[in-house]
């Protein structure tokens, strides 16, 4: 498996739209185990994202998604930045979603 | 919900066996919508744990039960050190486990 924790930094006032943004069009995506989306509660601007893909592939691919291309269009002017904190190989856990059918 | 994201360092060598201790003792908690174990693949030593939770409440009680608490004693000499890298609001996604029932 291949994981990814990630911090977005939304322009200012635009975290519960850019959230909402990131909800919607990130359903369904093929080979995706998990795909949290959080809030910081300690700063007003800050989403925290964790995902859980089957391998690099699936994270790369679900990028040309028409759906994700979508959202990446909407959600581009609400992004201020993006800092990937990790890249890791999840072993297991709960809350993991079967991918294999 | 309730979001946490750690780092923890194994003791030289213990990775693996420190895994397995996570990944047996921290099964079917109350309250926990999903808690997932990845290895750092650019450090040997080095795990990432996030987790979601309905609150903090479940959380703490967690940390009191019996599984988890004979894990934390198989664990704990295992252990190198640990870092909360965030504490998160999480507002939904995939992969989420309902635990209303």
Request: charged letters at 5%; hydrophobic letters at 50%.
């Given at each position: 498996m291949y994981g990814l924790v990630g911090r977005m930094t939304a322009v200012a006032g635009q975290r519960d739209?850019?959230?909402?943004?990131l909800l919607d069009g990130t359903d369904?995506?093929?080979g995706c185990h998990s795909y949290v989306v959080a809030l910081?509660?300690?700063d007003p601007d800050t989403i925290w994202i964790t995902e859980v893909w089957d391998g690099p592939e699936s994270h790369r691919a679900s990028l040309a998604?028409?759906?994700?291309q979508a959202a990446i269009a909407r959600a581009r002017?609400?992004?201020r930045g993006m800092e990937?904190?990790?890249e890791t190989t999840p072993v297991g856990?709960?809350?993991l979603v079967d991918v294999s059918a």
């Open positions: 739209a850019l959230v909402a943004i369904g995506m093929p910081d509660p300690g998604l028409p759906s994700v002017p609400l992004i990937q904190v990790a856990g709960h809350g």
